[in-house]
Structures are given as C-alpha cells and as structure tokens.
C-alpha cells in the first residue's frame, strides 16, 4: 500500500483558501486519491476523490499532477466550521483493499 | 437515508467483562468495515466483510476480538475478555462495492469505549 505523507497541522484565518498537500510517491497504477474530514467525535467523512488532473465539487477541489505523486486538496473560503483533520489516502480499486489511515492534517481555522 | 449506525456511543466497563458493539450499515452496501482508534494513534482497520462473509480480518488484534455479520445485514463486534488496552473509539463504516465505490466508505460515529 502507498504511504502518504502530509504535514501534521496548519492554520488558517477564515475566508482564506487552504491547501494541503499530500505526498504518495509509491502510488500504483490503480490507485485513487481520496480525502477524508473528520470532526471531533465523529467519523470520518469522505470529501473528495480523483485518480488525475483536478476534480471539483461543492465542498472542495483536488489536483493531482501528471506523475501522480502528490495531490492538494483545496478549500475555498474556510469557515470555524472546517476545522477538523483532513486525511489523504491511497488505495485501489479493485474493492478488497482497506482504508489505511495516516496521522492527517489537523487544520485549524481562527477568526 | 440513514447513514450508518453504531450503538452504543459510549461504553464504560472493567477490565475481564464482555461488550458488544453493534453497527447498521447504510442499506445495500455490502461492503461493511471495522475499524479502531486508540487514545494517541491513527485509526486502524480490523477487518472487512463482504456480505456476510469476512474478507479481510488481518486487522484484528487477537482472538479476544470476534466480528460477525449474520444475514449480511447489521453486525456486530464482541470484545472478551476486555482489557485496558483496548479502550479507544471503535468505527464502522459501509460501502457499495466492488470497485472505486470501495474508497467512499460512509463511516458511522463511533462506539467510544473505555475499559477501566
């Protein structure tokens, strides 16, 4: 399985945009990238996937280079409420191959 | 739609005693996952069911651990004897499956569970 590496915490004062960047220098073939937000007692929520290039939706965008060794999950505007921890995964397609969760991103998000 | 579900929220027992943790997946994913985290570490995968089987159970800590998923439907995690070292937030999650489906997993709130 491809280990990602992300940096352990960043800040950052509402309405900016934030940018975490994660780095998976073995990623496979059939890899996809996907990115997870999790809030205190809670589960981890899935936020956004991509396999190349850049993917957008309503909560967030993902860019991913030609070589596919890193990605930067995007946050447009954040707000107190997306303060959280933001992980970055790597894992197949192939359906038999559990989650592996890394130590995440705490992002902090101050007025 | 529901998302998934797990009871209880929160556990407190001593050490020597069973617990049973339970969760309901969202209805027709047939991919159903544990998984842990205890105080200080990242969150570890258990294992994995497809169906009413178990396809992936290289995550369990010992045999004190014992998952089942009768029916396919709901299932359950029974922890015997507890030991202090098991303490931690236990999660669930459900996905469709096979395919790039398996990678947006919808996970519950977690069972947090305290052996004292």
């Known amino acids: 399985l491809a280990k990602t590496t992300q940096p352990i915490s960043m800040d950052s004062y509402e309405g900016q945009e934030v940018n975490i960047t994660c780095s998976h220098n073995?990623?496979?073939?059939?890899?996809?990238i996907t990115w997870y937000q999790q809030f205190p007692s809670q589960g981890p929520r899935f936020i956004i996937q991509?396999?190349?290039t850049k993917v957008t939706n309503e909560v967030a965008s993902l860019f991913i280079p030609a070589d596919r060794k890193s990605s930067t999950l995007s946050l447009p505007r954040v707000s107190l409420s997306d303060t959280a921890v933001y992980y970055c995964?790597?894992?197949?397609?192939?359906?038999?191959?559990?989650?592996?969760f890394g130590k995440g991103t705490r992002l902090s998000v101050i007025a | 739609e529901a998302g998934v579900t797990q009871f209880p929220s929160h556990s407190v027992i001593e050490k020597g005693q069973t617990v049973t943790l339970r969760c309901d997946p969202i209805?027709?994913?047939?991919?159903l996952y544990w998984y842990r985290r205890v105080m200080g570490k990242e969150i570890k995968f258990l294992l994995h069911?497809?169906?009413?089987?178990?396809?992936?159970e290289s995550g369990m800590p010992n045999n004190r651990f014992l998952a089942e998923r009768t029916g396919g439907t709901y299932s359950t995690l029974k922890v015997q004897p507890a030991e202090l070292e098991d303490s931690g937030v236990y999660f669930c999650?459900?996905?469709?499956?096979?395919?790039?489906?398996?990678?947006?997993?919808?996970f519950g709130q977690g069972t947090r569970l305290t052996v004292v």
């Open positions: 999650a459900s996905s469709q499956g096979p395919g790039i489906r398996n990678t947006e997993a919808f």
């Open positions: 995964l790597v894992a197949g397609d192939s359906g038999n191959t559990p989650l592996v």
């Open positions: 209805s027709g994913h047939d991919n």
């Open positions: 073995n990623i496979a073939t059939n890899d996809y």
């Open positions: 991509g396999y190349k």
């Open positions: 069911f497809v169906k009413e089987s178990k396809q992936d």
